[in-house]
């Protein structure tokens, strides 16, 4: 078991303050504006989400929009969640086989397709994984519809588009013909002003609704966009491929609360 490392920081770390906290992110001014409940019968059309890992209460609203759109098009049969890796501990991309717990209770990790994966550049490193948030706070937003949810966490450390597309090929043959959404976890812009946080995040944002993993990676480069998740974007845009990509919601730190200088967050899902 991987035992929760941010709860209680970043979310409530209490079963009933979370499951409102949650709520809360739904019905939040920047949030969908409605509690969705989980559709069994969707046309399930979403392969990809870009989705923020702050705490819940600046971009939890933002990560309710991708959400409620999972919830709505219905649950896959797994999750690959991938995120980056902010302590620099462990493996440059790395899976862990464990579960991973919250709050909610404990999250079953796809033992079978972590195997799989864990080939190439993908190490098992669970070290990579003990402390990182980004992979941890997506959890919660899955287990409120569904406790029988399966995942596999996939920690990058690595940035360069060579390596997301490693990454990329490996999930995509590893998950087959199975029925699999992949959730890149990333913040955007850190500590800039709101002005030119939007400026430079729409350049980034309008790299991932073009499908356009290179792109992307030269556009971070080259406008030093400080995007902390633009590896696991690439990697899932080159392992879902997908036709179409679309922004459910972008906003900043500072739309939460006045401040000078803003974190970036956006929701986006691929068909």
Same mark, same amino acid.
């Given at each position: 078991?991987?035992? &929760?490392?941010?709860? %209680?920081?970043?979310?409530?770390?209490?079963?009933?303050?979370? =499951?409102?906290?949650?709520?809360?992110?739904?019905?939040?001014?920047? %949030?969908?504006?409605?509690?969705?409940?989980?559709?069994?019968?969707?046309?399930?059309?979403?392969?990809?989400?870009?989705? *923020?890992?702050? +705490?819940?209460?600046?971009? %939890? *609203?933002?990560?309710?929009?991708?959400?409620?759109?999972?919830?709505?098009?219905?649950?896959?049969?797994?999750?690959?969640?991938?995120?980056?890796?902010?302590?620099?501990?462990?493996? /440059?991309?790395?899976?862990?086989?464990?579960?991973?717990?919250?709050?909610?209770? &404990?999250?079953?990790?796809?033992?079978?397709?972590?195997?799989?994966?864990?080939? %190439?550049?993908?190490?098992?490193?669970?070290?990579?994984?003990?402390?990182?948030?980004?992979?941890?706070?997506?959890?919660?937003?899955?287990?409120?519809?569904?406790?029988?949810?399966?995942?596999?966490?996939?920690?990058?450390?690595?940035?360069?588009?060579?390596?997301?597309?490693? !990454?990329?090929?490996?999930?995509?043959?590893?998950? /087959?013909?199975?029925?699999? !959404?992949?959730?890149?976890?990333?913040?955007?812009?850190?500590?800039?002003? *709101?002005?030119?946080?939007?400026?430079?995040?729409?350049?980034?944002?309008? =790299?991932?609704?073009?499908?356009?993993?290179?792109?992307?990676?030269?556009?971070?480069?080259?406008?030093?966009?400080?995007?902390?998740?633009?590896? *696991?974007?690439?990697?899932?845009?080159?392992?879902?491929?997908?036709?179409?990509?679309?922004?459910?919601?972008?906003?900043?730190?500072?739309?939460?609360?006045?401040?000078?200088?803003?974190? +970036?967050?956006?929701?986006?899902?691929? =068909?």
């Amino acid at each position: 078991m991987r035992y &929760a490392s941010v709860a %209680g920081q970043f979310y409530s770390g209490t079963e009933t303050a979370l =499951r409102k906290e949650i709520e809360d992110c739904y019905t939040h001014p920047l %949030g969908p504006g409605r509690i969705p409940k989980l559709n069994a019968s969707g046309k399930r059309r979403i392969r990809g989400l870009v989705s *923020p890992h702050a +705490g819940y209460m600046f971009s %939890g *609203p933002v990560a309710a929009h991708g959400f409620a759109a999972l919830a709505e098009d219905g649950f896959p049969e797994v999750f690959v969640i991938l995120g980056p890796n902010h302590h620099g501990l462990g493996g /440059g991309v790395a899976v862990t086989t464990h579960d991973f717990e919250t709050p909610l209770g &404990a999250m079953k990790n796809d033992r079978a397709l972590a195997e799989s994966m864990r080939t %190439g550049i993908v190490e098992d490193s669970m070290l990579a994984h003990r402390h990182e948030h980004s992979i941890e706070v997506q959890l919660p937003f899955i287990q409120y519809f569904s406790g029988d949810a399966r995942f596999v966490p996939v920690c990058m450390q690595a940035q360069d588009h060579r390596s997301a597309v490693q !990454v990329g090929k490996i999930i995509r043959d590893a998950i /087959g013909g199975r029925d699999a !959404v992949v959730i890149a976890s990333t913040d955007f812009s850190h500590y800039i002003s *709101p002005e030119l946080a939007k400026e430079k995040d729409t350049l980034a944002i309008e =790299r991932i609704l073009a499908l356009d993993a290179k792109g992307l990676h030269d556009t971070v480069r080259k406008n030093r966009i400080t995007m902390c998740g633009f590896g *696991p974007v690439m990697a899932m845009l080159e392992a879902v491929g997908g036709s179409e990509a679309e922004l459910l919601k972008y906003a900043n730190s500072g739309d939460v609360r006045p401040m000078s200088e803003v974190v +970036g967050y956006a929701s986006i899902i691929v =068909r």
